[in-house]
């Protein structure tokens, strides 16, 4: 009875990251959190596998492009989570492409940000980067 449930998580975690004809890995953009951290905004993107990303500053409006290839979205359409900060206005998010998602971070001015990179996630901090208390703000796509 114990091999069932082993069996079924195994499926499961396949199903998350699968491969496409051209045998690439295809992850899926699961969840896009804001949280803050004293003077520091961050935009946290979660998926099932982040390699190769690319992002930009673009004008007019100032924003943040984010680009992650070999992705889907796990929810359809586009979507956006107004934010409101000082520094942040609004984080969008679509399928730019067939296999790419695409994160957009519409910002105030030219904040400075450093990116940083772990398993399965890419954070985005904005401001000071001094560390303080977490302040989790429930901003995020819902998505889990």
Do not use: W
Request: aromatic share 10%.
């Amino acid at each position: 009875m114990k091999k069932i449930p082993a069996i079924i998580l195994s499926v499961f975690i396949l199903a998350l990251t699968t491969s496409n004809s051209f045998g690439q890995t295809i992850g899926f953009l699961k969840n896009i959190k804001y949280d803050q951290n004293g003077s520091q905004d961050i935009v946290s993107i979660y998926s099932t596998y982040i390699r190769d990303f690319k992002f930009f500053r673009l004008e007019n409006p100032e924003r943040i492009v984010v680009d992650i290839p070999n992705n889907l979205l796990a929810v359809k359409g586009s979507q956006t989570i107004d934010i409101g900060s000082s520094m942040i206005n609004s984080i969008r998010f679509s399928q730019f492409t067939e296999s790419i998602s695409r994160v957009v971070i519409d910002v105030n001015g030219k904040p400075q940000y450093k990116v940083d990179t772990n398993s399965g996630c890419l954070t985005f901090i904005f401001g000071e980067h001094t560390a303080t208390g977490l302040k989790t703000e429930d901003k995020s796509t819902g998505v889990s």
